[in-house]
């Protein structure tokens, strides 16, 4: 299957490409790097049935791989793996299927022609070191008076949230990739602010250059950093009359909705997001 995840219609969100093996085992990693690098999309999900499998609770293993290597989370492809089992093997079971990785089990289910997940969240910690602000400031392009907050997490590194009344992040021209790479190692930066749309309540972009990917569309994973994030920002007035629940727009050039709500106690964020079926069929190998 190819899916674009968090899209509404074709050719917007972010792609990803699933794989569904029969076999209960994956292939030797070095194929399914192939297949990842035959995609070259920026991650492509590998399924095998899980043991704990029945008709009524589905279970699945699940991997994800960029076109440079495997990684422990992924929100798009995780999303566009439920979307793809719920539109074809279990188009009449829309309860709920879990999916084995290497992050843990994560819960999927679909509502109203939507997926929601629940993920860990990844609550980030301020960072104060003035030197690695400056070598941020540079590389995106900003000023350091344009950055309100810069936090680390466990799965993005940098945070960066901008002043929304000095920064468009639309208008952000990319990131010094070897400047990046050379301070922060292979990790991946997320620049945010409070949106200027009614549409959403907070915006982002991701780049990702050092782990195969110059800019990511619509990244899942990121708003689990995202969600407690603004959640704290905006404040228990604002979320209590959104119900609890935020929706973030990442402003990459393909875009795309990303609806977000933090259970706190018990350390989840789940993530809501619409898909479309793009292309389906077979691979020979």
């Keep these: ?41 920026s991650e492509t999900a590998f399924l095998t049935p899980h043991p704990f499998s029945t008709s009524t609770s589905p279970h699945y293993n699940l991997r994800w791989f960029t076109p440079k290597l495997e990684i422990e989370l992924c929100g798009h492809a995780t999303l ?39 993920f860990p969240d990844d609550v980030p910690v301020p960072v104060d070191d003035a030197k690695c602000v400056e070598v941020i400031s540079r590389a995106c392009g900003l000023k350091v008076d344009d950055m309100l907050y810069v936090g680390r997490g466990r799965s993005f590194f940098l945070c960066v949230v901008v002043d929304e009344t000095k920064v468009d992040l639309k208008n952000v021209d990319g990131v010094d990739e070897k400047l990046l790479q050379d301070a922060f190692g292979e990790q991946a930066i997320i620049l945010t602010a409070k949106s200027r749309s009614s549409d959403a309540d907070f915006t982002s972009r991701v780049f990702g250059i050092n782990i195969g990917i110059k800019e ?57 997001g619409s898909a479309v079926m793009v292309a389906e069929g077979k691979m020979y190998l």
């Excluded at 704290?232 to 795309?256: F, H, M, P, W």
């Design 1 to 41: 299957f190819v899916v674009d995840a968090f899209a509404e219609k074709s050719f917007e969100g972010n792609p990803a490409a699933v794989v569904l093996f029969s076999d209960t085992s994956y292939p030797p990693d070095e194929i399914l790097k192939k297949i990842a690098r035959e995609f070259n999309l």
């Design 80 to 118: 566009a793996s439920a979307f793809s089992l719920f539109s074809s093997i279990h188009k009449d079971n829309h309860s709920k299927i879990s999916f084995h990785t290497l992050s843990g089990v994560l819960e999927t289910s679909f509502e109203s022609g939507s997926v929601s997940m629940s």
């Design 216 to 272: 990511d569309p619509v990244t899942g994973s990121a708003h689990c950093l995202l969600a407690p994030l603004w959640i704290n920002i905006l404040g228990s007035d604002t979320v209590s009359e959104r119900n609890g629940k935020l929706k973030g727009y990442q402003a990459s050039e393909r875009g795309g909705y990303v609806g977000v709500e933090w259970l706190r106690e018990k350390g989840i964020v789940r993530l809501t």
